[in-house]
């Protein structure tokens, strides 16, 4: 069974990457956002901003990384949705293939997609003057907890997806998101907020993930935040998936 599976998996997701591969626009839209939000912030705002003696730019990466994901996501939702109207499900169900193999195809092409983003990202942030003395496992760490991220927000966007009866309602939950970053650390330090704003954003899994990928960076000893990140990820990767797949067994039933 696991072999069907995996079988079966693989070979939509070579047919979803197909699709991104023959339409790259996907990918440019998702990264001009976070690429226009770090030019605004490092070059118009930056210089008002107090991020302590280094880099702005080494600062704000960490926040616009999770940007970019987040609005990749939305992307998800909008291919599930438009699969659902189309029937493709219905001819998918009379094959002989594992039923969330289906869903799972679209998550990882959605991981597959929203690395790239995060890698263009990168590379305009290192014209921009990022850098970092972080060595190889550092860099793994922090791969290892954007990937966690990314699962996690894309069964969220499964659910939407299977759930939407519009298409601008498929995509529309990605916008909370992509701002919650806005209401973190990854701006700005959260001391530097009013009392209630402050509390929201120490409490929220944002921040927790913003601080650790930065410490990672920066080569900082890494506190107890990275345990609270990875509950975070974990968490809703959990109950995502578990929502996710219960609203797929009843669209489909």
Same mark, same amino acid.
Request: aromatic share 12%; proline share 4%.
């Given at each position: 069974?696991?072999? @069907?599976?995996?079988?079966?998996?693989?070979?939509? +997701?070579?047919?979803?990457?197909? @699709?991104?591969?023959?339409?790259?626009? +996907?990918?440019? !839209?998702?990264?001009?956002?976070?690429?226009?939000?770090?030019?605004?912030?490092?070059?118009?705002?930056?210089?008002?901003?107090?991020?302590?003696?280094?880099?702005?730019? *080494?600062?704000?990466?960490?926040?616009?990384?999770?940007?970019?994901?987040?609005?990749?996501?939305?992307?998800?939702?909008?291919?599930?949705?438009?699969?659902?109207?189309?029937?493709?499900?219905?001819?998918?169900?009379?094959? /002989?293939? %594992?039923?969330?193999?289906?869903?799972?195809? @679209?998550?990882?092409?959605?991981? #597959?997609?929203?690395?790239?983003?995060? #890698?263009?990202?990168?590379?305009?942030?290192?014209?921009?003057?990022?850098?970092? &003395?972080?060595?190889?496992?550092?860099?793994?760490? #922090? =791969?290892?907890?954007?990937?966690?991220?990314?699962?996690?927000?894309?069964?969220?966007? #499964?659910?939407?997806?299977?759930?939407?009866?519009?298409?601008?309602?498929?995509? =529309?939950?990605?916008?909370?998101?992509?701002?919650?970053?806005?209401?973190?650390?990854?701006?700005?330090? !959260?001391?530097?907020? /009013?009392?209630?704003?402050?509390?929201? $954003?120490? *409490?929220?899994?944002?921040? /927790?993930?913003? *601080?650790?990928?930065?410490?990672?960076?920066?080569?900082? /000893?890494?506190?107890? &935040?990275?345990?609270?990140?990875?509950?975070?990820?974990?968490?809703?990767?959990?109950?995502?998936? $578990?929502? %996710?797949?219960? !609203?797929? @067994?009843?669209?489909?039933?």
């Amino acid at each position: 069974m696991s072999k @069907h599976f995996f079988g079966d998996t693989a070979l939509l +997701t070579g047919r979803s990457l197909r @699709h991104i591969m023959r339409s790259p626009d +996907t990918i440019i !839209t998702t990264t001009i956002m976070p690429i226009a939000f770090m030019l605004l912030f490092v070059y118009v705002f930056g210089g008002a901003i107090s991020s302590g003696s280094g880099s702005y730019v *080494n600062y704000l990466l960490p926040g616009i990384l999770l940007i970019t994901i987040a609005s990749s996501i939305s992307y998800t939702a909008f291919r599930l949705f438009m699969d659902m109207k189309s029937g493709i499900f219905e001819r998918f169900r009379s094959m /002989p293939i %594992a039923r969330s193999s289906v869903l799972w195809a @679209h998550v990882l092409t959605s991981l #597959v997609a929203s690395l790239i983003s995060v #890698v263009v990202v990168v590379l305009v942030a290192l014209l921009m003057g990022f850098r970092s &003395g972080a060595g190889v496992l550092a860099w793994l760490a #922090v =791969a290892g907890i954007l990937i966690l991220f990314t699962l996690a927000l894309t069964w969220l966007a #499964v659910i939407a997806g299977l759930s939407a009866t519009t298409v601008d309602g498929a995509s =529309a939950f990605s916008y909370p998101l992509i701002f919650l970053p806005f209401i973190s650390s990854a701006f700005v330090a !959260t001391a530097t907020m /009013p009392g209630p704003v402050r509390a929201f $954003a120490e *409490n929220q899994p944002v921040t /927790p993930i913003v *601080n650790t990928i930065r410490d990672l960076y920066a080569q900082q /000893p890494i506190s107890t &935040g990275i345990w609270i990140a990875l509950a975070w990820c974990v968490g809703i990767l959990i109950v995502a998936y $578990a929502l %996710a797949m219960a !609203t797929y @067994h009843r669209k489909i039933a």
